[in-house]
T-cell receptor, first 112, second 113 residues
């Protein structure tokens, strides 16, 4: 199993550009989520999904969009990038019976 | 609403010394509690979890944590630090099986020879 994979690993955007961060998992987990990590802030939840077709907002959803058309994939879309979205983004998936969440390796995004 | 406080953004220990990383939580219901470790430029790895079974939880790499309801604490300990333990550690809380995780701000563990 590859676990949770994220692409790209690094990305530089200009203000106003849009892009999609990809996340995929091969563990058949129902639960998937996106976090952003900023120095001294820990990880903050952006959006999450408890199954295909179901998404909800987390703590910091503004400027981000998600959809969940399959169990495996949970892409995160930046609609119009802003410097405040410079961060490291982590995708995670989990299965309710074990309470555990498994994290991807992260995408480091810089918006200039 | 759930929240997590990690006391100390940085903790320094000598190799072989006791490691103690503090975590206090706030939750309106019996919580599920987790410790994750993050090595430089990597994702988060689960160290251990408390899910209402035994209050003393053993994890990987010799770490353990004790759930103390009266103190709303879930401190992480290891009897003897190794250089390889140097990393950032995050405490997290969840209120339901499928609930979202709320993380503390993290504690960087520095280990000196």
């Amino acid at each position: 199993n590859a676990g949770v994979t994220q692409t790209p690993k690094f990305q530089v955007l200009k203000t106003g550009q849009s892009m999609t961060l990809q996340c995929a998992q091969d563990m058949n987990h129902e639960y998937m989520s996106w976090y952003r990590q900023d120095p001294g802030m820990g990880l903050r939840l952006i959006h999450y999904s408890v199954g295909a077709g179901i998404t909800d907002q987390g703590e910091v959803p503004n400027g981000y969009n998600v959809s969940r058309s399959t169990t495996e994939d949970f892409p995160l879309r930046l609609l119009s990038a802003a410097p405040s979205q410079t961060s490291v983004y982590f995708c995670a998936s989990g299965e309710g019976d074990t309470y555990e969440q498994y994290f991807g390796p992260g995408t480091r995004l810089t918006v200039t | 609403a759930q929240s997590v406080t990690q006391l100390g953004s940085h903790v320094s220990v000598s190799e072989g010394a006791l490691v103690l990383l503090r975590c206090n939580y706030s939750s309106s219901v019996p919580p599920y509690l987790f410790w994750y470790v993050q090595y430089p430029n990597q994702g988060l790895q689960l160290l251990l979890k408390y899910t209402s079974a035994a209050t003393l939880v053993k994890g990987i790499n010799g770490f353990e944590a004790e759930f103390k309801k009266s103190e709303t604490s879930f401190h992480l300990t290891k009897p003897s630090a190794h250089m390889s333990d140097a990393a950032e550690y995050f405490c997290a809380v969840s209120e339901e099986r499928y609930s979202t995780l709320t993380f503390g701000k993290g504690t960087m563990l520095l280990v000196s020879p």
